[in-house]
């Protein structure tokens, strides 16, 4: 069973619109860690945002928030008052393990057009 | 240079030759890793490398070979590839891989085409 899930194969949204991007994830842990990670064309990975599992509140960083949704299990990014720059594909990954993992596991991902 | 870089950034080679990858990081990080992504398929996660041991090899052939001679330096010699590993293979470091919250640096990636 996939651990993390991303519906979205692609998504549009307009310059200055919010978008958001859905992740649903998998786990029996308690304890885990949720990343959000921007790939350009040029092909290296940025790291946007991560939420804890015990994180009290939704994680932001500046244009990005996540809206996490333990018991559904979802940790849906959102950003606001796009720009043409957040074209990209967006990345969810999660990191699960009781006694501390070094994997991270990544969903397939969802491209996004802001389109001018 | 700052963060993480890879070399070459892009590489035609053809399935009897050998050929490396050097990845190098410049944050005094304690983890190293290879990862590789094709197209329409998730990000996988190759060899993993924490102080200089390689912890984790997710069941990766034996035509991909890593070395890690330093915490700072990490290749991946490759030999007698087949068509389908062209691919972009990233490199990442981390501060503490055994945190929960430890979060990768990505380098800009390599794309391997074989022929």
């Known amino acids: 069973a996939q651990k993390i899930t991303q519906t979205q194969p692609g998504m549009f949204v307009q310059e200055k619109e919010a978008v958001t991007l859905d992740c649903t994830y998998d786990?029996?842990?308690?304890?885990?860690?949720l990343f959000w990670y921007k790939q350009p064309s040029s092909g290296e990975m940025i790291f946007l945002i991560y939420?804890?599992?015990?994180?009290?509140q939704n994680a932001t960083e500046g244009r990005y928030s996540l809206n996490f949704q333990k018991a559904r299990k979802s940790a849906n990014l959102v950003i606001s008052a796009s720009q043409l720059g957040d074209s990209a594909m967006y990345f969810c990954a999660m990191r699960d393990h009781p006694g501390g993992s070094e994997k991270l596991v990544f969903g397939k991902g969802t491209k996004l057009t802001v389109n001018p | 240079e700052t963060g993480v870089t890879q070399t070459p950034r892009h590489l035609v080679m053809g399935m009897t030759n050998k050929k490396s990858l050097k990845c190098e990081q410049h944050?005094?990080?304690?983890?190293m890793y290879w990862y590789k992504q094709s197209a329409k398929k998730p990000l996988e996660l190759m060899f993993v490398y924490n102080f200089k041991e390689q912890t984790e090899n997710n069941s990766v052939p034996s035509r991909f070979s890593p070395e890690c001679p330093n915490s700072s330096h990490l290749f991946l010699h490759l030999h007698t590839l087949q068509p389908e590993d062209s691919a972009l293979y990233l490199c990442a470091s981390s501060p503490h891989p055994r945190d929960r919250e430890d979060e990768q640096y990505f380098g800009p990636g390599t794309r391997l085409t074989v022929t």
């Open positions: 786990t029996s842990d308690p304890s885990y860690g």
């Open positions: 944050l005094g990080h304690n983890a």
């Open positions: 939420q804890g599992s015990y994180d009290q």
